[in-house]
């Protein structure tokens, strides 16, 4: 017995294919396409996993990262799946790579217009914040009725003095849809403003998938009086090349519950560590949060 | 042969007992061996365990047997038996602190004091048929696992991950334990019940609709997002008293499942406290992780400061995860139910006489 190239159907990879044209030329709306079972489980990948298997020529170079690293299991195993059955090559060098899979992190190092970030996605809908029903989310998207996400910030602030969600902020794209990051850290979302390269995202056990194409305006959700604000590291640097300007990972060192701080993205860290000196590229503050009203 | 009603129902029932066990040894092969099915089908085992609410690896082979591989059935049948047992005492709290781990991950940290341990797990496994398996021989038994362990003999167990998190008062300190705790097999429960009380039901409750629960919360009806602070799984030494004794003593050891998960949203009884997050546990006989983390999110769930979905509605959740008695109920609607489905027939021609008179003949057929 033996398995199609990148292990689905030329069907199935056509039908994700299709879903993702339309994605592209419909920025931030997610397409609805027919997820199929791999032998990797739902909630692992596998929306990622189908967007990447549906793109793979056998010239591809593909990076798999997990909360950054490549290094981490699932990474390693999404790797070895695609190796096994597409026999492609693989990289741990960002720059290397034609189609980098990652699951709740962009890379840190700037990524280039012949580069694909596919993004694992669990929760497609930014909405399921204020309306659990998938009937309801369609419709607001359809009318661009956000007004109860905005609201449902505003109460936020109002009983935390702050905007409290971590991961996963939403973000307007291209002035139309609002879109979930995927997990991403507040810390990346800037990133997806006005980018170079294209960015898709994957979700398989909810069934769609959606895109952001180069040089879109990705606009974080913000007020006037409430700037969009990303994690920030202050007074920490990363014990292994000193960088300052990172996402951080913190680690419990000894039983005394010490901490330490390393760079999340394991490769731009070994990057730093040859060459201080190696920019992040994204830029400073690439995409301020805008505020309500301003992005129409 | 009819179903019908209703003499000679024994002679009926009788012959479909002795159908049931010429179905269940077809194919004129060798008998299946419970030690098979304990050795070979151990994630089985563990499930009916859980769900039988019964600690005993043999009957719950011999349960999967009988039923013919049907978990629910033979879940049913371990709690049958339970049934049948006396208590004879409650054991010390199980010393979980002290656990001899054979798998340990945390998705919290990348690196914890004690270290990390795979384990035997399928997680990062491809879930390509192995169709070596169809010829694989049947001489020549397999080695042995070896005995790994995260912390080996005389070795501590590592502390928690949540005990870090405590000790920088991220966390709660855990609720005080209830001593003793309620027993719902024991004790008639009632609705609000104690967090011993739901933690009992949700050991026990049936896995697919646990899932199904947990589920709905982590997708959008409810908010938990929980990080798994901790996942074990290992061996643990149940205790007795002995009232000769003072000290406790050991009389076993039984292998167990335990998450700890953490959530980001405060619990109703953290109110005015500075922010810290929320702790959800889980626990199950055996091995099985996916058991234990959805009883975590729905212990979890069901603290919440409001309810605004189903899964943080304890009553919503432990009526409802029961396995044994939905089935039962679902299973009773097979019964006759001849003399109350004559009554909503009758009832039903009554009033479409009374909605429309004209349209409806006289003499209703009876």
Redesign the interface.
């Known amino acids: 017995?033996s398995?199609s190239f990148a292990f689905l159907d030329e069907q199935s990879k056509r039908a994700v294919r299709r879903a993702l044209l339309k994605a592209v030329a419909l920025p931030g709306y997610q397409v609805p396409f027919v997820s199929r079972e791999?032998?990797?489980?739902y909630g692992?990948g596998t929306g990622g996993i189908q967007i990447t298997c549906a793109l793979l020529g056998r010239e591809d170079v593909v990076k798999v990262i997990d909360q950054g690293a490549d290094d981490s299991?699932?990474a390693?195993?999404i790797k070895?799946?695609l190796q096994?059955t597409a026999g492609v090559a693989t990289t741990s060098v960002t720059a290397e790579a034609t189609i980098i899979q990652t699951r709740h992190r962009i890379p840190e190092e700037r990524l280039r217009a012949d580069q694909i970030l596919v993004l694992q996605v669990p929760?497609p809908?930014p909405l399921?914040l204020v309306e659990?029903r998938e009937t309801e989310t369609r419709r607001m998207h359809a009318e661009a009725d956000y007004g109860r996400m905005y609201v449902a910030l505003y109460e936020d602030i109002v009983h935390h003095g702050e905007i409290t969600l971590?991961w996963q902020y939403p973000a307007v794209v291209n002035s139309r849809y609002l879109m979930s990051p995927s997990p991403i850290p507040r810390f990346d979302n800037p990133k997806l403003h006005l980018a170079d390269c294209l960015f898709l995202f994957g979700a398989g056990r909810e069934k769609r998938v959606y895109a952001i194409p180069p040089h879109t305006p990705v606009a974080s959700l913000a007020f006037e009086d409430y700037p969009f604000r990303a994690e920030a590291f202050p007074g920490r640097r990363c014990e292994r090349c000193g960088s300052g300007d990172t996402y951080l990972?913190?680690?419990?060192?000894?039983?005394s519950?010490r901490r330490g701080y390393?760079c999340s993205d394991t490769a731009f860290c070994l990057r730093r560590r040859q060459d201080p000196s190696v920019a992040r590229g994204w830029g400073e503050a690439s995409a301020p949060g805008t505020p309500r009203g301003a992005e129409a | 042969m009819g179903y019908v009603a209703v003499r000679g129902g024994e002679d009926a029932i009788r012959n479909s007992e002795t159908l049931l066990a010429l179905y269940r040894r077809r194919g004129g092969r060798a008998s299946l061996q419970v030690q098979q099915i304990l050795d070979q089908m151990r994630l089985a085992v563990d499930r009916v365990m859980a769900e039988g609410s019964l600690y005993e690896p043999t009957l719950a082979a011999l349960a999967i047997k009988q039923a013919e591989g049907d978990l629910a059935e033979a879940a049913f049948l371990v709690r049958a038996y339970r049934s049948t047992l006396p208590r004879l005492q409650g054991t010390p709290m199980l010393p979980v602190e002290r656990m001899r781990l054979i798998r340990r991950i945390s998705a919290a940290?990348?690196?914890?004091?004690g270290g990390q341990l795979?384990g035997p797990t399928r997680?990062?496994?491809?879930?390509?048929l192995d169709?070596s398996l169809l010829e694989e021989g049947t001489k020549g038994p397999a080695p042995d696992p070896p005995r790994v362990s995260l912390n080996g003999d005389g070795q501590e167990t590592p502390?928690r991950?949540s005990t870090?998190l405590r000790?920088?008062g991220l966390l709660p300190e855990p609720p005080p334990a209830a001593e003793p705790p309620v027993d719902i097999t024991r004790d008639a429960a009632a609705f609000p019940m104690p967090r011993s009380a739901r933690l009992q039901a949700l050991a026990r409750g049936e896995e697919g609709g646990m899932l199904a629960l947990a589920y709905s919360s982590m997708?959008?009806?409810g908010s938990v997002h929980p990080t798994v602070a901790e996942l074990r799984v290992g061996y643990v030494a149940v205790q007795v008293r002995v009232p000769e004794l003072d000290l406790p003593v050991t009389v076993g050891e039984i292998l167990v499942t335990e998450a700890e998960l953490i959530c980001?949203d405060e619990l109703q009884e953290d109110a005015g406290t500075p922010a810290r997050f929320s702790l959800g546990y889980g626990f199950a006989f055996g091995h099985n992780e996916r058991r234990a983390i959805c009883m975590a999110i729905l212990d979890r769930a069901m603290r919440a400061e409001r309810v605004t979905?189903p899964a943080q509605d304890q009553e919503f959740v432990l009526q409802h995860i029961e396995g044994i008695e939905a089935q039962g109920f679902t299973n009773h609607w097979k019964l006759p139910h001849y003399v109350d489905f004559q009554a909503e027939l009758a009832q039903l021609r009554s009033r479409r006489a009374v909605e429309r008179p004209a349209a409806e003949p006289a003499g209703v057929p009876a």
Do not use: C, H
Request: hydrophobic share 35%; net charge negative; glycine share 4%.
């Open positions: 017995m398995y791999l032998p990797i489980s692992w299991v699932n390693v195993n070895r799946f096994r929760y809908e399921r659990a971590p990972d913190e680690l419990i060192l000894d039983e519950g390393q | 940290f990348k690196d914890i004091p795979l997680d990062y496994t491809q879930r390509l169709f502390e991950v870090y000790r920088e997708r959008g009806f980001r979905a």
